[in-house]
């Protein structure tokens, strides 16, 4: 393509220099990168998918499928960015991408040859699931490797992106989605109604397709301009350029992504809106036919708005293949300003006689019935070939035409995809050849082009309608707007033209969707080998996942399906519009919270006391808690091996702080916990404790822990860590929603305490010096009792309970105190040797006696498969009692609880790790369970596990495997009751 700057266009005549493969360029100010290259005669600006082709621009907007470069370097690099819809700023630093060496020369074009000598080759349609499938053991080591450093487009920074993202909520009245002539119209008949009104618009300038327009249609020019000074003056209008509304949720919610500047790269918009107006537009689409993809062939749109917006003509000698009337315009514009425009080739037997009549003046020669069969030339157009369509669709002789550029245009489809999002599934309309809005979702319009209506004095009419409807709907009267005398004629007369006929020994690839590669002869495949749905051709072919989404690719592919299947393309329907319906970027979602401000960071009371003894944490929930604490230069391993066997002889404090606390008072409360827990407590003492579970309504296991009860009608609650949150808003739907009757009122106190785990054979003498005033003998303070106490006059609550198989306590604390009150036990614990320990420690001890934590209780296990069906009162209903009853959850070959020992004692046995029978994983293999927690055990000398196996308390005694196919490992270990340490409890309860 010898593209080159034919005049300003819009554009101000101010120049900026950018880099493209670092040569330095020129460009002007409102240039995107696609109009700079083209200016530049950059022809090559990557390289295709799969079979490593030149691609080059091939449109002028969101649906461009060729140009993907990647913008910046370093951190600051995005790939994957359309030329076409990225403005150049001054400095901007531009690449290609899926080439090497060069987008010029690309080595993996190789593919290109291969694929055109065996027209099946492997790089066909639904290679990924045919190819490198044996041997299966080269799978991780060579082919996936292979495949990922292959496949894709641009590389992703290794370096973490330092760019800032943020996110806005905004609510409004009324939502426009589309900044074209239908778009501003229906914005600025809201405006004047007073309602607060959004008009968001995907491209840097409003005016849609009066951007096509030549500016010296000055009537139009000055319609749009006027039309947009009065919505920026309007306080109650916001105007959001650059930006696509890419999903429509529930409750009339809106997510947008808005290309920002320099200081914030993009913005989510979460918008809100009582009414929305889709004037979304519509996009050409291609003809098809060989050799489509190369440079310098190009939507006929595409390259009228490069030479009437841009000033820029995308090549020196013009082409233009058509079905239908709108590619005319493309021709009329270049030759009125000068540019050779060598032929039109129109595959309709009649064009009209307005057409006919108006090429004839300008000397524009027509060859009606007639197709172009293939472009040739090597990295762009250098002619095509061009052939007479029989009526009977074959084709009769051909010859070359000299030229650069092809504009192509197969007809328009009208963007559905918001609409569909809300609605019901678009339909087929015969007479544009195109799928539009069958039923609308409420609070909803479409209008203009979307909704199929192309003529412009018509789409104006149709958004005022829309608007003022909107507007009485809440209550308000929109305002006239001024309809611009001049119209342009929406008629297509189009006569579809799905697939240009492939010549006898034809070789070369005709293209359906550009950047995948997808072929008609993929297409076929996918049929031939029974792919009938197009949901399942969809994913086969990989058609329509690209950046466009299938925007130009979905139509021309379900026709020829509709063809393979002997019938209309109405009844073959479309796939779903699924959001996103454009590239958004996972920055923009995120926002400003990435790193270590992903979620607010809570600390323990004693936090500052872990750091100044140079504790390693560890994330745990929304906490960072002591993992350990080394002793000169131990290893993590050595580290806990050694906590976990302190505090088994003598005695050793934790940082339990983070457990969720909840107060529930009320005279119904005992009531209500009997609804909860799957255990009664109802019947629990006051200043006694009791471990409990509570399950979802359908019977799984939600979370556990222990309950005290401080008086009749108060009890104190305690939580995992990570449920805490969840918890609560449990307990409180139940009470709001389920049991409003219930006088129970529930708090949160997570942060008022402070609390702090004293375990080992020396706790109780630790505690006794701490706090001598209070009594901790096994009479005054059995197994599960609480006792109330002071230190300084602070409130001490003291509970005996163990999570480590050891005679144990829980101290609470008011949060102020806590650092106080836990340097108090450990310097009174010294005559014992107290140490500090953390979590790693505290897993071994919980693993050695078979407690559970999240790593077990995942959301999937019922109280069958934990060995705890016993704890089932029979006095009482709970919430879940009743789906737990179903069938699949008393299955007795469910995976239950066990313990696992391994066969070699220093073996690890990998979390995570899948158990079979024999010492293979194969697929299909019959899988027995999987590992959940693993450790090193300091009691038994070697390494245990907890994990999951089918009829697991039948089989104790059983050697079985732990695969971990990532590692290649099979260990062999021994099934073991899950109670590894102390099974009958003596040393937590006895003493």
Known sequence: MSGFRSHIGRLSDEQISFSFNGQSLSARVGDTVASALLANGIQVVGRSFKYHRPRGVNSCGAEESGALVSIGIGAEQEPNVRATMQLVTEGMQVSSQNCWPSPQFDLLAINNFFGSLFPSSPLAAGFYYKTFMWPAKFWYKLYEPAIRRAAGMGKVPDQADKAAYD??????????????????????????????????????????????????????????????????????????????????????????????????????????????????????????????????????????KLLNHYGVAAGRQLVVFTNNDSAYQTAFDYHDQGLPVTAIIDSRQAPSKDLMAACEQRGIHVHKSSVVTKAKGWHGVRSVEVAELKADGTLGASHDITCDLVAHSGGWSPQVQMASHGGTPPIYDEQITAFVVDQQAAD??????????????????????????????????????????????????????????????????????????????????????????????????????????????????????????????????????????????????????????????????????????????????????????????????????????????????????????????????????????????SSLPINKARYGIMLREDGYIYDDGTTSRLADDRYFMTTTTAKAGEVLSHLERCLEIDWPELQVRVSSVSEHWAAMAVAGPQSRATLQLAFPDMDFSQKALPFMGLSHGEYQGIPLRILRVSFSGELAYEVYVQADHGEMVWQHIMAMGQPHDIIPYGLEALGTLRIEKGHLTGAELDGRVTLADVNMQRMVSKKKWFVGQ???QREGLQDPKRPCLVGLKSVDPQQAIPTGAILVNENKLVAGCDKQGWVSSMTYSPVLDGFIALGFLTAGQERIGETIYAAYPLQDQHIPVEVVSSHFYDPGNTRVKDQ
């Open 882 to 884: 009743n789906l737990m």
């Open 444 to 681: 909803t319009w479409s209008v203009g082009a979307a909704q199929g209506e192309f003529g412009l004095q018509a789409g104006i009419k149709q958004a005022m309608v829309a608007a003022q409807a909107a507007c009485q709907a809440l209550a308000c009267q929109g305002g006239e707007v001024l309809i611009p005398a001049e119209d342009i004629n929406g008629e297509l007369n189009i006569d579809p033209l799905w697939a240009v006929p492939a010549p006898s020994k034809q070789k070369n690839k005709q293209f359906v969707d550009i950047q995948h590669d997808v072929t008609v002869a993929d297409i076929g495949l996918a049929h031939k080998e029974g792919f009938i749905s197009v949901e399942h051709m969809k994913r086969y072919t990989t058609l329509g996942m690209a950046n466009d989404q299938g925007r130009t690719a979905n139509v021309n592919a379900l026709a020829m399906m509709a063809g393979h299947l002997e019938q209309s393309i109405a009844a073959t329907g479309t796939t779903r519009f699924r959001p996103p319906i454009a590239p958004v970027s996972l920055g923009s979602i995120a926002g400003r919270e990435v790193g270590e401000y992903v979620c607010p960071l809570r600390r323990t009371p004693m936090q500052e006391w872990h750091e100044r003894q140079g504790v390693v944490f560890v994330e745990a929930g929304l906490f960072r808690r002591p993992q350990y604490y080394p002793i000169g230069n131990e290893t993590l391993d050595q580290a806990y091996v050694r906590e976990a066997a302190h505090v088994r002889a003598k005695v050793g404090l934790c940082d339990v702080s983070s457990l969720g606390k909840i107060e529930i008072v009320g005279p119904d409360s005992a009531v209500f916990l009997d609804r909860i827990y799957v255990n009664l407590f």
């Open 167 to 304: 996110r806005i909520y905004s609510f409004y009245d009324i939502a426009i989605i589309g900044g074209g002539a239908a778009g501003l119209s229906a914005a600025l008949s809201v405006a004047e109604s007073g309602l607060r009104v959004v008009l968001m618009d995907e491209h840097a300038t409003f005016g849609g397709q009066l951007l096509h327009l030549p500016k010296q249609q000055q009537d139009l020019e000055q319609w749009r301009q006027n039309t947009i000074a009065s919505l920026k003056a309007a306080d109650n209008v916001t105007i959001l350029t650059n930006t696509v509304c890419w999903g429509r949720f529930d409750g009339n919610t809106l997510a947008a992504h808005e290309v920002v500047d320099n200081k914030v790269r993009h913005n989510f918009h979460k918008i809100h809106a009582k009414k929305i107006i889709i004037a979304t537009g519509a996009i050409e689409r291609p003809l098809v036919f060989a050799n489509n993809d190369k440079p310098g062939v190009m939507l006929a749109s595409g390259a009228r």
